[in-house]
């Protein structure tokens, strides 16, 4: 008796794993790019708090894609003892809930004299629409529009995280020109939507069933194919001991970036901590306003 209910509960399980199987398959062979929406976001719609619990000053931004998808941002201005720097940050936030968990990452840098444009994308928070991949650039520009219309004479930095690095690139590559972007700050970005895939199921025996259908997943929008278009200020930074991104990623990119503009301004910095919590450290924040400064690379940053 107890070998007959284990025998049910492993073909029941099997079958949710073949039907699992098959749901994904399906959806990365007919629906090509929209299976990025799919593997790569997950959006939460509730905002469960906002910059003013930090005794922050900001205003909410509505802004609307060239596709007409209506937009939510926060805009923190530069505040407090120290100067206005003249530097904007468009902050492009990682693959997960929404703007007002993510950032709690980057509330420092309104302090330091620095403004942020903290972006929903669509799908995330208060912004409409379903995130996918290339309608997720639009966002971007819809961002970057704004902020050069209402303050065109700070310079535009843009910093993205994880997989807001990747759609930092992608945007930056064809838009850098138009929009004056000075300089690039990626925190734990990956070399391809493929290769950031195989890592995450790497780690189960499910992600192992899926890893071979990995194959299917567009390629158009991978970072490392785009960073030859990109030639400005970069600051690379990635932690040993990121446990999502793999930290050769990170360094696979930086050195395909050197290899294309070997004379560029392109920095690396060993970051610290779990995935994209290296703002926590003291250290790594001074390291990012000395870069978002001087757009140079300095001794403590690393060069191979």
């Not at 959806?27 to 509730?46: M, N």
Request: charged share 15%; glycine share 6%; hydrophobic share 45%.
């Amino acid at each position: 008796m107890a070998s007959t209910g284990i025998i049910k509960a492993l073909r029941a399980t099997l079958t949710r794993l073949l039907y699992a199987l098959t749901v994904l398959i399906s959806g990365l062979t007919l629906t090509g790019c929209t299976s990025l929406s799919a593997l790569f976001f997950y959006p939460q719609s509730v905002l469960i708090s906002t910059p003013e619990e930090a005794e922050l000053e900001y205003q909410d931004v509505l802004l609307k894609a060239e596709d007409k998808t209506k937009l939510h941002a926060w805009w923190i201005p530069a505040q407090g003892d120290i100067p206005d720097s003249n530097v904007m940050v468009l902050y492009v936030h990682g693959n997960a809930e929404n703007i007002s968990s993510h950032s709690r990452s980057i509330y420092w840098l309104p302090a330091n004299g620095v403004s942020v444009l903290a972006l929903d994308y669509r799908g995330f928070g208060a912004s409409e629409g379903q995130a996918r991949m290339p309608g997720v650039l639009q966002d971007l520009e819809a961002a970057a529009l704004w902020m050069k219309q209402h303050y065109p004479q700070k310079e535009l930095i843009i910093l993205g995280q994880s997989i807001g690095a990747a759609m930092a690139i992608n945007f930056t590559a064809q838009a850098a020109e138009t929009y004056q972007i000075q300089a690039l700050v990626l925190d734990a970005p990956f070399t391809g939507f493929a290769a950031a895939a195989r890592s995450a199921m790497s780690k189960s025996i499910v992600g192992w069933l899926i890893w071979p259908f990995t194959v299917l997943i567009p390629s158009q929008w991978d970072p490392i194919k785009h960073v030859e278009k990109i030639d400005i200020p970069v600051l690379i930074m990635h932690s040993p001991k990121d446990d999502i991104v793999p930290y050769k990623q990170g360094k696979k990119l930086y050195q395909t970036w050197k290899k294309a503009h070997p004379q560029q301004q392109l920095c690396w910095l060993d970051a610290k901590g779990p995935h994209v919590m290296s703002f926590a450290f003291p250290e790594i924040r001074r390291a990012v306003l000395s870069f978002m400064d001087s757009k140079r690379c300095h001794q403590d940053d690393q060069h191979s």
